[in-house]
Antibody
């Protein structure tokens, strides 16, 4: 079955960096667009970043542009999010998401990121 | 693109039907038949219930249905059950460099 397993979350100080990873299995990873979506505590969902199947097209939400970098390794069925210059407002659960026909066909379980001194 | 507008909460009794609205603009909901709906229980990841406005993924109950008129999409849940109590989010493709926008979420309470 389709599985997305995130890792790399944790507590980091403002201005610090963190790298999230997502291990994909159970589907043809290289055929699917992927995204990172986050959810701040007791808040709604916010789309963070998108990458197409071969990494040729990448988009970011304005709130993270210039600070976050999405990447993928189709040989290893993995998706990453490098997060730099972290701010308190980046505190959230970060979900890895498999896109199908412009919707999220599968979500990971999420990895929590807390930015606090 | 600004967030799509959803009511903060809706409620209904078991067996009844409820509808959750999701209002966007001509740049997102109105322009694309690419609205999806997600159900989320506390502490869990969301799950897709409806995609492309009206389509149901395999395994999702036919009590869930979607529709769209102009800039407003709707999710209808018929024959309410206690298990339907959850947060529901709409999402629309919006094109451009910020391709997707979510609604703020609606808490469905089954009385």
């Amino acid at each position: 079955q389709v599985q997305l397993v995130e890792s790399g979350g944790g507590l980091v100080k403002p201005g610090g960096s963190l790298r999230l990873s997502c291990a994909a299995s159970g589907f043809s990873f290289s055929d699917h667009y992927m995204s990172w979506i986050r959810q701040a505590p007791a808040q709604g969902l916010e789309w963070v970043s998108y990458i197409d199947s071969n990494g040729g097209t990448i988009y970011y939400a304005d709130s993270v542009k210039g600070r976050f970098t999405i990447s993928r390794d189709n040989a290893k069925n993995s998706l990453s999010l490098q997060m730099n210059s972290l701010r308190a407002e980046d505190t959230a659960v970060y979900y890895c998401a498999m896109l199908s026909n412009h919707h999220v066909g599968q979500w990971g379980q999420g990895t929590p990121v807390t930015v606090s001194s | 693109h600004s967030a799509l507008t959803q009511p903060a909460s809706v409620s209904g009794s078991p067996g009844q039907s409820i509808t959750i609205s999701c209002t966007g603009t001509s740049g997102d909901v109105g322009d694309y038949n690419l609205v999806s709906w997600y159900q989320q229980y506390p502490g869990k990841a969301p799950k897709v219930m409806i995609y492309e406005v009206t389509k149901r993924p395999s395994g999702v109950s036919n009590r869930f249905s979607g529709s769209k008129s102009g800039n407003t999409a709707s999710l209808t849940v018929s024959g309410l059950q206690a298990a339907d109590e959850a947060e529901y989010y709409c999402c629309s493709y919006a094109g451009g460099h910020s391709p997707w926008v979510f609604g703020g979420g609606t808490k469905l309470t089954v009385l």
